[in-house]
């Protein structure tokens, strides 16, 4: 260290965030350079990037800036949306996201640092939150099962559609329904995924939908106008032949309404974001998603399951995986991975907080303000739509424009896509004097109505806007968990015992390949919560959004630099969904070359499950490409495959780095041999970790590609969710970028279709990585990345006397991630790489990715906020594990009774009182002295899958089930 005095401007110019973002400081780097036998940082990205790939010169996003100045700069930014009072509907409604919520879920790291519950023993607390977003899913629809969140409602439309396609017994069918008043963006995206899957699409009235050949119908209760009608007769008259019946439903209407279940609906879904998730522009938000019992191995998306644990203790986990894209690729169900954990637990603890009766209050209040309206409207003539209604008016007018521009003057936006007409609906935070506001907009001046006298009215008059058939009797949310957390302190409680239940990156590193479970900076989500990007309705006209539209442009361009490609869309809201929506772009350009009889996409067998599952989405064939022993792609089995199906090649998917952690030599080659063929190549953008600033897919040849921000860029998973999938695109794929129906967004193509609800996505988590770009600039990101490489390497060697690293790439070097094999020791010692998995969690730690790509590994990603001091923990964990595994192979520990087999451990475990175990409780609790100095206790023993699969329980069990599985 230097004693030099520096210059006021030498003292402003350093910047501490990438020395906080990036773990090992420059000490520890040398450290683990020499551990490497490498000279440099420099030097190790020589040896591990193949040379012709390297970027000729620097990113172009500008220098980092301080924590201080980025929240500044992007302050200001935000400043420029206005935040109008919003009665836009469609889906979208302003919230009170009750205080408890907001400081102890959504801004807290031990929640939204989580990752998907893969490892149930240290993930009890989710799990539960979640079970209970199935129960109130469950009891406000009305149907037997639901799943665990979707991405957004008009994609859980598409997905009702496709699971009507799988279920219905009108095999010979490929039309499908769609009621005319089902929101516009739902009927959008259901059409882009009909017209790929080869459906034909009817609209019409509702009371059509069984006139005609339909596999299925789908419906919207209230309708996207606000009407409430009896539609059970509709249902039923489909089901006659054997369709299917879908229901989008507004989840706080049900708390008023009979549900669409007890009106023999086969599927209910609709948008949670109304039970205390902020608008936020459009996202993220959790949709809910509910069917019959009947169909439960055709629902899509995750579910949680209870089941039990070794003690015979009830514990949760997923259910029913074997559906899911991991395992059955393009036979998948669908191709959902990441969902929106983190908003379905606000939305379930918002439930919890309120109970049965605080909604009942919620929605009763919201109703009463669109009786109020409705009859102040009615006084004076003014024509509505419909006599029934929830929370939403439709009003007739000849002179719309001159209402929304009276309404814009006053701060209030309205829905205005209606022809003649603009929509009013209330929500939660409606207050007396929007109503007067909104009385002044319609009515002439000096009408002389108050809220006071209308509200009397109401009530003398006896207006049966909810008609009386169509009113809830049945009971709902009756479990103790929503009734029990009222008070803020019982609720500050419940939160806090079901976040000590999990691990999350604020206890240690998580370790798994190929998700990147990096630093979500605190300075990156503080703007997440900002009302200047909570408060905005994603329909609210552009001139109030220009502070979103600055920073997604901003962030567009940045992205465009590192990708190395010419345009991009912030659509897709997951990487699966920037899939599905890039080889959508794929198959539009061939058809507009009229080649759209290109159905082939060739993948190779190391891809991860969504890609073949996106390309079923989109009607493609999928031909495998095998892996030679290094893991890479085997060029002559690819060359001779594009070669065998020809002129029929539409694409190949490939990852890069690919999924065994490697820089393979031949990238370029692959997009040439795919290229020659007519074919486009699609790179999976989820490895970005490994490019960023060193190379990029537009650099190595490839068309198109997607972004999972919620790795590379810093959104956290939350659990399982939300992320954002944008896609990048050279130019020539850049008129089949989705667009939208309601809103226009200018860098997409004219006639695509959207593939999201939201114009811009889960706009409201891009400040996320828009902060770390900013933050980090060019020579940071190029940093991080470069560190990412070190710290895998550094991992792999460590590793490497005790495991055999599985694949290496040029002169012995892994890229960000690395594979160790268990199947030798597996053979040797019968211990497996669950039981591998499960012992790390004794030793505090999550375990890295299992059995992906290659059966029987550990696929371990460290990345590069990971500090020297927690990749020695993890190692010295991995190694007394293998010195464990080492016991049972010898004889020394017995095939069963050995801490392997018994892990994870519980305090249950430790303070039985008949411990009669070969080995001692500190050895199972305690193995090395590192972890006594912060002990992180698993809440339940192994779980029994076998047993939760067979016996599928996806609700919340009554107390005297708890009784039954403990006996
Ligand atoms: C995570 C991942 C995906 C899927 O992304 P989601 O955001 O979970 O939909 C696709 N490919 C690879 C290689 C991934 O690691």
New binding site residues.
């Given amino acids: 260290m230097s004693n030099t005095p520096l210059s006021l401007t030498e003292l402003e110019q350093r910047n501490d965030f990438i020395g906080r973002h990036i773990g090992p400081d420059e000490n520890e780097m040398q450290v683990m350079l020499d551990t490497i036998d490498a000279e440099s940082l420099d030097a190790l990205i020589q040896e591990t990037v193949p040379a012709g790939i390297l970027l000729p010169e620097p990113l172009k996003v500008g220098e980092g800036a301080t924590e201080v100045d980025a929240l500044a700069e992007l302050k200001a930014v935000a400043k420029k949306n206005k935040i109008n009072r919003s009665f836009i509907g469609m889906g979208y409604y302003d919230t009170h996201v009750p205080n408890v919520i907001l400081r102890n879920v959504l801004e807290n790291p031990g929640w939204y640092t989580a990752y998907t519950p893969y490892q149930p023993e240290i993930a009890q607390g989710r799990l539960e939150a979640i079970l209970n977003f199935q129960q109130l899913t469950i009891d406000l629809t009305g149907l037997e099962l639901a799943s665990a969140s979707l991405l957004d409602e008009a994609t859980a439309a598409a997905e009702a559609m496709a699971l009507s396609k799988r279920v219905s017994k009108n095999r010979k069918a490929s039309l499908y329904f769609i009621a005319d008043d089902v929101h516009p963006q739902t009927r959008d995206v259901v059409e882009t995924r009909a017209e790929m899957f080869g459906f034909g699409i009817i609209t019409g009235p509702a009371e059509e939908a069984a006139e005609h050949d339909v596999f299925g119908a789908l419906l919207q209760y209230p309708t996207t106008t606000g009407e409430i009608k009896d539609i059970s007769a509709i249902i039923a008259a489909v089901q006659a032949k054997k369709g299917i019946v879908s229901v989008a439903a507004d989840l706080m209407s049900l708390v008023l309404l009979r549900s669409p279940g007890e009106m023999g609906a086969d599927v209910v879904f609709g948008s949670a974001q109304r039970f205390g998730v902020p608008m936020g522009y459009g996202g993220p938000h959790a949709a809910f998603f509910a069917t019959r019992d009947a169909y439960k191995r055709s629902l899509p998306g995750r579910i949680i399951g209870v089941s039990k644990d070794t003690r015979g203790r009830p514990a949760l986990r997923m259910a029913l995986q074997t559906r899911e894209q991991h395992i059955r690729r393009e036979k998948a169900n669908s191709n959902?991975?990441?969902a929106q954990v983190l908003l379905a637990n606000m939305a379930s603890f918002y439930a919890v907080y309120h109970g049965p009766q605080g909604l009942r209050t919620i929605a009763q209040r919201i109703h009463r303000f669109a009786d109020i309206f409705a009859r102040a409207l009615a006084v004076k003539e003014v024509g509505t739509l419909h006599n029934t209604y929830f929370d939403t008016i439709t009003v007739q007018t000849d002179n719309k424009q001159a209402i929304l521009d009276a309404a814009y003057a006053k701060g209030i936006n309205l829905r205005a896509d209606l022809e003649n007409a603009v929509g009013v609906s209330f929500d939660e935070t409606t207050t007396r004097q929007d109503i007067e506001q909104l009385l002044d907009v319609f009515l002439s001046e000096g009408h002389g109505l108050s809220v006071e006298k209308l509200d009397a009215e109401v009530t003398t008059q006896a207006i049966e806007s909810i008609p009386n058939d169509l009113q809830r009797t049945s009971d709902f949310l009756t479990h103790e968990v929503f009734n029990q957390y009222h008070s803020e302190t019982e609720m500050l409680r419940y939160i806090k015992s079901l976040e000590n239940k999990d691990l999350a990156l604020n206890h240690s590193m998580i370790s798994l390949g190929?998700?990147t479970m990096k630093l979500n900076a605190t300075a990156e989500m503080i703007p997440v919560t900002w009302p200047e990007f909570g408060g905005l309705h994603p329909f609210a006209p552009l001139d109030q959004a220009a502070g979103y539209q600055e920073m997604i442009s901003e962030l567009s361009d940045w992205l465009i630099n590192i990708t190395g490609y010419d345009n991009l869309s912030m659509q897709p809201n997951?990487?699966?969904?920037g899939?599905y929506a890039g080889l959508l772009a794929i198959q539009r350009y061939h058809e507009s070359r009229g080649e759209g009889h290109r159905n082939v996409c060739l993948i190779p067998s190391s891809a991860?499950g969504?890609?073949p599952a996106s390309a079923q989405m989109v009607s493609l064939k999928v031909v495998v490409v095998n892996c030679d022993s290094d893991g890479n792609v085997d060029l002559n089995d690819l060359r001779a495959k594009a070669e065998e199906v020809g002129d029929n090649l539409s694409c190949a998917m490939i990852?890069y780095p690919s999924?065994h952690g490697v820089y393979e030599k031949t990238a370029r080659e692959i997009c040439d041999i795919i290229h020659q063929h007519g074919g486009q190549v699609y790179m999976?953008g989820?490895?970005m970790n490994a490019q960023v600033g060193i190379t990029s897919p537009g650099f190595i040849g490839s068309d198109v590609s997607h972004l999972?921000l919620?790795?590379t860029f810093c959104i956290p998973h939350g659990g399982g969710g939300p992320?954002m999938?944008p896609i990048g695109v050279k130019s020539h794929l850049a008129p089949f970028l989705p667009n939208h129906t309601v809103v226009n967004v200018d860098t997409a193509g004219e006639q695509c279709g959207a593939v999201s609800a939201a114009p811009w996505g889960s706009a409201s988590i891009l400040p996320i990585s828009y902060m770390y770009i900013k933050m980090m600039g060019s020579a940071g990101l190029r940093k991080a990345t470069e560190v990412a490489i070190l710290n895998a390497n550094y991992v792999a060697k460590k590793l490497s006397g005790h495991f055999e690293v599985l694949y290496t790439g040029a002169n012995g070097r892994v890229a960000h991630e690395c594979i160790i094999d268990l199947r030798p020791l597996k053979e040797a010692s019968g211990v497996t790489e669950m039981d591998v998995a499960k012992r790390l969690n004794d030793y505090g730690f999550h375990a890295p990715t299992m059995s992906f790509p290659v059966a029987g590994t550990l696929m371990i990603e460290p990345t590069e906020s990971e500090a020297l001091y927690e990749l020695d923990r993890f190692c010295e964990a991995m190694i007394s594990i293998r010195e464990e595994i080492a016991k049972v192979e010898s004889g020394e520990w017995d095939a069963t009774d050995n801490p392997l087999h018994n892990a994870p451990h519980t305090l249950a475990d430790i303070c039985d009182s008949d411990w009669n175990r070969s080995y001692d409780r500190n050895t199972a609790a305690y193995p090395v002295e590192a972890v006594a100095r912060n002990k992180f206790w698993p809440t339940v023993n192994r779980i029994d899958d076998v047993y939760g699969d067979r016996n599928l329980v996806c609700s919340c069990p009554d107390l005297d089930s708890y009784r039954d599985i403990a006996e």
Avoid at 574 to 577: E, H, I, L, T, V
């Fill in positions: 959902i991975c990441t190929s998700c997951s990487g699966a969904q899939e991860h969504t890609n990852t999924t999976d989820a490895n999972n919620h790795k992320g999938g």
